[in-house]
C-alpha cells in the first residue's frame, strides 16, 4: 500500500506564504511525478504544479510566478511554496504522485487526503 499524507495549509492572510508537504510511504521502488492539485469550493479540481523526478516543474498559469514546487527523491517528498497569496487561492490541496511499487513496471496514481489552505483578504 502506497500512502500519500500532506501537512502545512491554514488561515493565511493575502499577500503572505505557506508551505505544503507531502510524504509519500509504503511499498515504493520510485515515483515518477511529484504534484499538486486544488479545489476550490464549487469548483473542479485544477494542477497546481508537478514535478518529474529529475525536476522540470511545471505550473499551472494562475500560480506561475508565485508558487515553488520542489521534491526529496530520497525522502519521496514533495514541497509547494506557497507566495504572495491571494483568496482565490483558497482551497483545499491534493498531493498526488505517480507511483512506482517494488515489482511492478508502470506507475499508478496515488491522492492525498488535502489539505485546507485558506486565504483571508
Known amino acids: 500500500q502506497v500512502q500519500l499524507v500532506e501537512s502545512g495549509g491554514g488561515l493565511v492572510q493575502a499577500g503572505g506564504s505557506t508551505r505544503l508537504s507531502c510524504v509519500a510511504s509504503g511499498f515504493i521502488f520510485s515515483i515518477n511525478v511529484m504534484g499538486w492539485y486544488r479545489q476550490a469550493p464549487g469548483k473542479q479540481r485544477e494542477l497546481v504544479a508537478t514535478v518529474g523526478y529529475r525536476g522540470s516543474p511545471k505550473y499551472g498559469d494562475s500560480v506561475k510566478g508565485r508558487f515553488t514546487i520542489s521534491r526529496d527523491n530520497v525522502k519521496n517528498t514533495v514541497y509547494l511554496l506557497l507566495n504572495k497569496l491571494q483568496p482565490e487561492d483558497t482551497g483545499v490541496y491534493y498531493c498526488?504522485?505517480?507511483?512506482?511499487?517494488?515489482?511492478?513496471?508502470?506507475?499508478?496514481?496515488?491522492w492525498g487526503k488535502g489539505t485546507l489552505v485558506t486565504v483571508s483578504s
Open positions: 498526488y504522485g505517480d507511483v512506482v511499487q517494488h515489482g511492478q513496471r508502470t506507475g499508478m496514481d496515488f
